[in-house]
């Protein structure tokens, strides 16, 4: 199935994705392309087949419910751009 | 020097010939001298690595280090290494400096091994030629038109220049087996679950699986067995014993069950590559194997599979890269859409943020079933299809890479093409099953790769396969013209 230019508007935008408007072309015929090759996958018929999500079929691991981390606040946060009194800060967007 | 073996090394090591100090500053001064031509290497450790190459003398000294103590080695870059900045090939973290140090990192520096640098890579790990890297492209040490696979790109063509006797590297689709193969050198991907994911940026995490990389088959076997392991902090992670991987790889051959699966030698085999990896289980055959052909019928369904399954996790790992806490962040934004949009537009590579748009466009309402929920159905066909053949036989092999190295730019324009060059390793991370490619020859003086696939928890068969084979033949000890001298 072809995508469309407008595809690709509604999807960057669900993605977050800032894309400009000569890109958006180049996306769509790449992204079209590749829903081409994936739709290689209807040729084999997998009704009755189970999703395999984990190459081992294993389920989420749980541990005990305790404490293990410890505060790290202030490491953690030395890679933030702007930081007051523990908080992340970011440049006002709402007026 | 660079052309020992790890065993050579460290008994040089062990014996007080040489110091680990010695060591690390000879290869420091190689990759200094000899990498301006290849970029394989983003960030050099200098300073911290002597220090810790002093660290292991002092062991050294007491007469208690291992076989890893003092041996100089490279990370791929996309291990998080406390204090020194950890990339994943991408301007969204070009300054970021990791608060901690990924699991697999901490147990090679336990075992005494010394961290030069950080390797290339394919921007979030997502190419086959390391050309989607924010630090430009990695050239192929064979011929520096060419590339040199991807995404563990950097950390194969250090090894193949013998800029570290070591390398890691992580494997989604084949990024630790092709450019092992583009590059001559030995890479192997072990079981997913076998190595810690902790601190390993994540690209698909049903699919990431961390490994080693290296000259030969023992001094991977080496490196993998210090790698190995359960970690309560990864939640993938496998809690069983695991084998001692240099114990067997001494094994005779005799017996050996080798499958040849008949979906991977076709036309899209390039014939050339083809004789040479005929060649090379002729050679195993001949050393006592038994080869048989066998059918993967659900193979060629791997890469349309992949390309929805690899997507879709894409897409909601990096969805926390939001300019908020860490990372590229946009100036001046208009409103908080535009503050989203455009730090993860402008810090996101052009391949990023195709694949991450596919992985949204397969999740999103609608298509689901279509495409996600049927790529998993698939995914299980396939896996099934290698559980069946693993009833016949202990091993399967065929080429890594349909074709020797590429040139640069060559796919550039056609992601689907660039796709397509993991045709015969991607099957292999979506069942989950370890794998491994080792030198077998040269095509237009490019080396080709022999893939060997073993059964889950096979490693050291692997290994055993991949050594035996080294025994017999020296294409793992061959250098490329330019990297040659001391």
């Known amino acids: 199935m072809p995508i469309q230019s407008e595809d690709v508007l509604k999807i960057a935008h669900l993605a977050r994705l800032a894309v400009s408007d000569e890109q958006v072309k180049s996306y769509a015929s790449d992204l079209s392309n590749i829903m081409n090759l994936v739709e290689q996958m209807n040729e084999v018929d997998t009704s009755g087949v189970e999703p395999m999500a984990h190459p081992l079929d294993q389920s989420q691991r749980l541990r005990a419910d305790e404490v293990t981390e410890k505060n790290q606040r202030e490491l953690l946060q030395e890679n933030a751009l702007d930081t007051e009194d523990g908080l992340f800060l970011v440049p006002k967007v709402i007026d | ?486």
């Open chain 2, 1 to 486: 020097m660079y052309n020992k073996s790890l065993r050579q090394l460290s008994d040089s090591l062990q014996k007080k010939e040489l110091s680990s100090v010695e060591l690390s500053q000879y290869f420091l001064a190689r990759i200094k001298r000899l990498d301006s031509s290849l970029n394989s290497v983003i960030t050099l450790n200098e300073e911290a690595a002597l220090k810790a190459a002093e660290q292991a003398d002092k062991q050294l000294q007491k007469g208690l280090g291992g076989v890893l103590t003092g041996i100089p080695l490279l990370h791929k870059d996309i291990f998080c290494t406390q204090g020194l900045r950890t990339s994943s090939g991408s301007k969204m973290l070009d300054n970021f400096i990791a608060p901690y140090t990924a699991t697999t990192v901490q147990q090679l520096q336990q075992a005494g091994a010394v961290m030069l640098g950080k390797t290339n890579m394919d921007e979030f790990a997502m190419g086959s030629s390391n050309e989607t890297s924010f630090y430009g492209g990695v050239k192929n040490p064979w011929d520096l038109q060419r590339v040199p696979g991807g995404s563990s790109g950097g950390s194969a063509a250090a090894v193949a220049a013998r800029l570290a006797p070591l390398a890691s590297g992580t494997d989604t689709g084949g990024s630790i087996r092709q450019p092992a193969a583009f590059c001559g050198i030995t890479g192997i991907k072990p079981t997913y679950g076998r190595v810690s994911r902790y601190g390993m940026i994540a690209f698909a995490s049903s699919l990431d699986q961390a490994g080693a990389m290296a000259k030969s088959s023992e001094d991977a076997a080496i490196m993998l067995q210090a790698m190995s392991g359960f970690d309560p902090k990864d939640s993938t992670s496998v809690d069983r014993p695991v084998d001692d991987l240099l114990q067997n790889i001494g094994r005779s051959l005799k017996g050996v069950r080798i499958g040849l699966p008949k979906e991977f030698f076709t036309d899209g085999l390039d014939s050339h590559v083809c004789e040479k990896v005929t060649e090379a289980i002729d050679a195993l055959k001949s050393a006592g194997a038994i080869v048989k052909e066998i059918s993967l019928p659900n193979i060629n369904l791997s890469v349309p599979a992949y390309y929805v399954v690899a997507p879709a996790e894409c897409s909601a790992n990096l969805s926390r890269f939001d300019g908020v806490r860490f990372g590229y962040r946009s100036d001046e934004p208009k409103d908080l859409e535009d503050f989203y949009k455009r730090s993860r537009g402008e810090g996101f590579g052009d391949e990023v943020k195709r694949r991450i748009m596919m992985g949204a466009y397969v999740l999103s309402a609608g298509y689901y079933d279509a495409y996600y929920k049927k790529a998993q159905q698939v995914r299980r066909l396939i896996q099934q299809d290698f559980v069946k053949a693993f009833e016949e036989v202990d091993i399967i092999a065929s080429a890594t890479a349909p074709s020797v190295a590429f040139k640069a730019g060559e796919k550039t324009d056609d992601p689907v093409s660039m796709y397509l060059s993991d045709i015969f390793t991607i099957g292999v991370n979506l069942a989950g099953l370890p794998g491994m490619s080792v030198p077998c020859g040269f095509v237009d003086q490019m080396p080709v790769g022999l893939q060997l696939i073993g059964n889950y928890f096979d490693e050291s068969r692997l290994l055993n396969v991949g050594h035996q084979y080294q025994q017999m033949t020296n294409w793992h000890d061959m250098i490329p013209t330019g990297f040659g001298q001391e």
